[in-house]
């Protein structure tokens, strides 16, 4: 009862923000970018809200709380001060400035002005449209499965239940409605989590009882063979903390920020939500060597560990209804705001870099924000139907986009705001390598190394990158002077 109440009241909230974002949206601009205006906390939260999702807090927590035990910390920590502080440090400013200097919204829109080439902006724009699908769809697999086991409903009929909230909220309010909702459910994500983390090891018996019983625990339930090596411990925290450098989701919350003075109280705010979620998510799938073992854990019909089903069952399990409701809630807000923006960005590859931009460029404000909104739709129900297959682990689906994604995009936008000898051969030998490396390896290596092929993915454009442009015409002067306008 206490679920179902709050779930109505949160779906009601929603639906009045994105009917109060529709008032405010009347261009392209205002739907992808909220007009370039978002201060400091709606930027903080927008990116960290879209950072993390109900991959981490199901798939990430469950297969790496089991799998890695205590040395899980290690990723919420990276994951805060690389993939928060750092991206922010290094990124924001210049992202902001050269995407307004060359008056572009979109990853592919970017690199078409900074390269002087428009097939790349074709190239990036399919890239991105196909893989950002199965990471959309280990979203809603991580939901559908918590859904399944709170509400006790069926995954299908669960799967309908977020296609609907997400389309409705989104389709109507665009990006003012995103930064609006991402804020509310930022503040329920950081209350939740931390009442989640805090009645976890209260039923371990304390903090001190908790953490002797995981050590104790861990090398029982995971013996010393089948344990993670430092390599892969390493591949996952650098995959998810610089490998969201390079995510179009994650680069779209520097485009739209108000101005530069935004950036350093952004970045602080960005980081400690980072570290709050990032520690609870991660500690609370540590805390199932607590409350299972080898014959209790959730199980695969093949005998194997069913990761995607450790944390729903642990919090079904351990937490009263209220308690569960609030957690359902966080999990929910994760994962809406995720799902806002990557279909925000989904749905501008179509309509803005394909459509707009080859198809139909005199296209006006209103036909593209009926374009834009069509396309969102689409994208949200190509997304279910991938779900609803039920392909791979959570981990694993987003594991391959993550590599595919920061492997072509990464190299190329970085050497882009930073360097002014980088070249547009470059810049598709970047793209290619990258998500040809992260493809290939991520069939040759297997589902166990997927973070170590994502990894691998990431770092080879960077030494592609500066190779071809020694050896390739550079940039049109006039283009780079535009560029880098302070």
């Known amino acids: 009862m206490y679920s179902l109440i709050l779930l109505l009241l949160f779906l009601a909230?929603?639906?009045?923000?994105?009917?109060?974002?529709?008032?405010?949206?009347?261009?392209?601009?205002?739907?992808?970018?909220?007009?370039?205006s978002v201060g400091p906390w709606m930027s903080a939260f927008a990116y960290g809200t879209t950072y993390f999702s109900a991959s981490v807090f199901i798939g990430f927590a469950g297969k790496q709380g089991w799998g890695f035990g205590p040395s899980a910390l290690l990723?919420?920590?990276?994951?805060?001060?690389?993939?928060?502080?750092?991206?922010?440090a290094i990124l924001a400013k210049r992202t902001r400035r050269m995407t307004q200097n060359?008056?572009?919204?979109?990853?592919?829109?970017?690199?078409?002005?900074?390269?002087?080439?428009?097939?790349?902006?074709?190239?990036?724009?399919?890239?991105?449209?196909?893989?950002?699908?199965?990471?959309?769809?280990?979203?809603?697999?991580?939901?559908?499965?918590?859904?399944?086991?709170?509400?006790?409903?069926?995954?299908?009929?669960?799967?309908?239940?977020?296609?609907?909230?997400?389309?409705?909220?989104?389709?109507?309010?665009?990006?003012?409605?995103?930064?609006?909702?991402?804020?509310?459910?930022?503040?329920i994500m950081l209350v939740g989590a931390v009442i989640m983390i805090a009645v976890l090891v209260y039923k371990a018996g304390g903090l001190t009882e908790a953490i002797t019983t995981v050590n104790t625990n861990y090398p029982e339930h995971v013996p010393a063979a089948q344990q993670?090596?430092?390599?892969?411990?390493?591949?996952?925290?650098?995959?998810?903390?610089?490998?969201?450098?390079?995510?179009?989701?994650?680069?779209?919350?520097?485009?739209?920020?108000?101005?530069?003075?935004?950036?350093?109280?952004?970045?602080?705010?960005t980081t400690i939500f980072a570290l709050v979620i990032?520690?609870?998510?991660?500690?609370?799938?540590?805390?199932?060597?607590?409350?299972?073992?080898?014959?209790t854990v959730p199980k695969l019909p093949n005998g194997g560990v069913n990761y995607d089903q450790i944390m729903p069952n642990l919090?079904?399990?351990?937490?009263?209804?209220?308690?569960?409701?609030?957690?359902?809630?966080?999990?929910?807000?994760?994962?809406?705001?995720?799902?806002?923006?990557?279909v925000l960005v989904s749905a501008s590859s179509i309509a803005v870099d394909l459509y707009k931009g080859y198809l139909k460029k005199d296209v006006n404000e209103k036909t593209s924000l009926i374009i834009m909104r069509s396309f969102s739709v689409l994208f949200i129900f190509a997304t279910y139907l991938i779900s609803k297959l039920q392909l791979g682990f959570i981990v694993t689906m987003q594991s391959l986009s993550w590599g595919v994604l920061s492997?072509?995009?990464?190299?190329?936008?970085?050497f882009a705001i930073y360097?002014?000898?980088?070249?547009?051969?470059?810049?598709?030998?970047?793209?290619?390598?990258?998500?040809?490396?992260?493809?290939?390896?991520?069939?040759?290596?297997?589902?166990?190394?997927?973070?170590?092929?994502?990894?691998?993915?990431?770092?080879?454009?960077?030494?592609?990158?500066?190779?071809?442009?020694a050896f390739t015409p550079k940039v049109d002067a006039n283009v780079i002077e535009k560029a880098f306008k302070k």
Not at 450 to 456: D, P, Q, R
């Open 315 to 342: 919090l079904a399990i351990k937490l009263p209804e209220a308690l569960l409701a609030i957690i359902m809630l966080l999990i929910l807000s994760a994962s809406m705001s995720s799902l806002a923006s990557l």
């Open 419 to 469: 360097s002014k000898k980088v070249t547009k051969a470059a810049a598709y030998a970047g793209i290619y390598s990258g998500a040809g490396t992260a493809i290939i390896l991520t069939m040759a290596l297997g589902a166990a190394n997927s973070a170590l092929a994502a990894s691998i993915a990431i770092i080879v454009p960077f030494i592609v990158v500066p190779i071809v442009s």
């Open 102 to 187: 060359l008056d572009t919204m979109t990853m592919p829109e970017f690199l078409e002005a900074r390269y002087q080439s428009e097939h790349i902006k074709m190239i990036s724009a399919v890239i991105i449209f196909i893989f950002l699908l199965p990471y959309s769809a280990s979203i809603f697999k991580g939901l559908g499965h918590l859904f399944e086991s709170t509400f006790h409903i069926s995954f299908d009929f669960a799967l309908i239940i977020l296609v609907v909230i997400t389309g409705i909220y989104l389709v109507l309010g665009g990006y003012f409605a995103v930064t609006v909702t991402s804020f509310i459910q930022g503040i």
């Open 13 to 36: 909230v929603m639906i009045c923000v994105g009917i109060w974002g529709m008032r405010k949206t009347t261009t392209l601009n205002d739907f992808f970018l909220g007009g370039r």
């Open 75 to 88: 990723i919420g920590v990276g994951n805060a001060l690389v993939g928060a502080l750092a991206a922010w």
């Open 228 to 269: 993670p090596s430092w390599l892969t411990i390493a591949s996952l925290i650098f995959m998810t903390s610089v490998g969201s450098w390079g995510l179009p989701q994650m680069v779209q919350k520097f485009y739209a920020i108000k101005n530069e003075k935004v950036i350093p109280k952004a970045a602080i705010i």
């Open 278 to 295: 990032g520690i609870t998510a991660y500690g609370s799938g540590i805390l199932s060597h607590v409350f299972f073992d080898n014959n």
């Open 407 to 414: 492997g072509a995009f990464l190299a190329p936008y970085v």
